[in-house]
């Protein structure tokens, strides 16, 4: 793909690890910014020791998870706790327009790389904190992951049935879209504001306060003396809405009915016009009032149709309907995915050729693409250190043989 990506030109010295953290700079990466991800041979990413794995065989360079989330980056390992390993990641920074870290409070500062000595070598650095908490408060040094931000930020509480345990959302829902890119537009705000006014910038991204936005609707029930709780699939607006049973083993069909021309389209496809003649499900107020009823009534009709032949067919009637898929389905058989040219193919230089998401969005002028794999454990190294630093090859050679470099 030519032209000049919107990014290019900016570097990243990437300290992050995990989800959250390289999830934040990996558009940056895909758009063209240089991003070197800083990392250890002696305490390595735990993502890449994540499954799944390639063939189901581990390894460092074999989690498509750590693959997902690095494309177009470049792998330099240090040894952070050597006061020359420490120099180089200093030297780097130098270098850089954007650190990036999501470390625990205070790792930074104790490792010689915080805020105030990097300003030092860099006054217009954009820098960039991702505490779980912030770094003030009574529990800033609290560690976690995103489920545990996802249960202190209030989303699991909302998860579920009310009569069950909060089931939470499957997966670390903040590490995968709130909390990365709520940072990575920070940081695009602070370059651009670093263009007009030539002055860097601290950013720091508290994980749960940034979790904290996707349940606004709940906190403004809340904040209003309104007792919230979890919901299931329950909509305060739409009835029916929900998952229905379809003819298979767990194959469903999603149904969201908001207006009464899409609740009389529906009961024509489904071929149930007893539904109409129940007074019970009349007039919208109704129908969300005897959700239950209406569920079971709904899902008796249901169980003989294909999901995604349901689905179709409601759609074309103008009913808001979708089937269930899996990750195969999504995978292998999603005609709009496919059409859009989702599913984006790299050559790993371990794995081969392995399937990556593309960029969901796009932009007309400054279009970005996925640059090439996630790199393998510290092989920009050498390239790193000689090319862009000017090290010789026998200063690298023996750091190298030392373990600072490696």
């Known amino acids: 793909m030519n032209g000049i990506l919107p990014l290019e030109g900016v570097r990243v010295a990437d300290f992050t690890w995990v989800g959250a953290g390289p999830f934040l700079t990996k558009p940056l990466a895909d758009h063209g910014a240089d991003v070197i991800k800083i990392e250890s041979r002696t305490r390595t990413d735990p993502i890449r020791s994540m499954a799944p794995f390639r063939d189901g065989e581990p390894g460092v360079d074999r989690s498509g998870y750590f693959a997902n989330r690095n494309s177009s980056k ?8 050597d006061p020359r390993g420490r120099d180089i990641a200093l030297e780097i920074i130098a270098e850089s327009d954007v650190v990036a870290n999501n470390y625990t409070p205070g790792t930074m500062d104790r490792l010689g790389l915080g805020y105030d000595a990097v300003r030092k070598i860099r006054p217009d650095v954009i820098y960039l904190d991702m505490p779980m908490q912030g770094n003030e408060g009574p529990q800033h040094d609290y560690r976690g992951y995103g489920l545990t931000i996802a249960a202190a930020a209030g989303l699991f509480g909302l998860s579920g049935y009310p009569d069950r345990p909060p089931t939470g959302t499957g997966t670390n829902y903040p590490d995968h879209v709130p909390n990365p890119l709520h940072g990575a537009i ?7 504001n670093r263009r007009r006014t030539g002055r860097g910038e601290h950013i ?4 749960l ?12 029930a809340a904040a209003a003396g309104h007792r919230t709780e979890r919901a299931a699939n329950d909509d305060p607006i739409a009835a029916p809405h929900g998952v229905y049973p379809c003819s298979g083993e767990d194959k469903w069909c999603a149904i969201a009915v908001v207006t009464d021309e899409q609740w009389h389209a529906m009961v024509a496809v489904l071929g149930a016009p007893e539904l109409t003649n129940r007074p019970e499900f009349s007039v919208a107020r109704d ?3 005897n959700r239950r009823q209406l569920d079971e009534r709904i899902s008796a009709a249901t ?32 005609p709009q995915l496919r059409a859009r040219d989702h599913w984006v193919r790299l050559n790993h230089p371990v794995m081969g050729p392995s399937i990556y998401d593309g960029i969901p969005y796009r932009m007309s002028e400054t279009p ?10 510290g092989a920009d190294t050498r390239a790193v250190c000689v090319d862009l630093l000017g090290m010789g090859e026998a200063v690298f050679k023996d750091l190298n043989q030392k373990g600072v470099v490696g």
């Open 303 to 334: 169980r003989g149709w294909d999901a995604a032949r349901l689905a179709a067919v409601l759609a074309a009637a103008g009913v808001p309907a979708s089937p269930v898929l899996n990750a195969d389905d999504v995978l292998h058989h999603d």
């Open 209 to 220: 306060e940034s979790t904290v936005n996707v349940i606004g609707p709940a906190l403004l």
């Open 186 to 192: 920070a940081v695009l705000a602070a370059l651009r």
């Open 74 to 81: 470049r792998s330099v390992c240090l040894d952070l706790k």
């Open 287 to 289: 129908r969300r009032t």
């Open 368 to 377: 970005g693409h996925l640059r090439g794999p996630a790199p393998l454990l």
């Open 204 to 207: 720091e991204l508290a994980q």
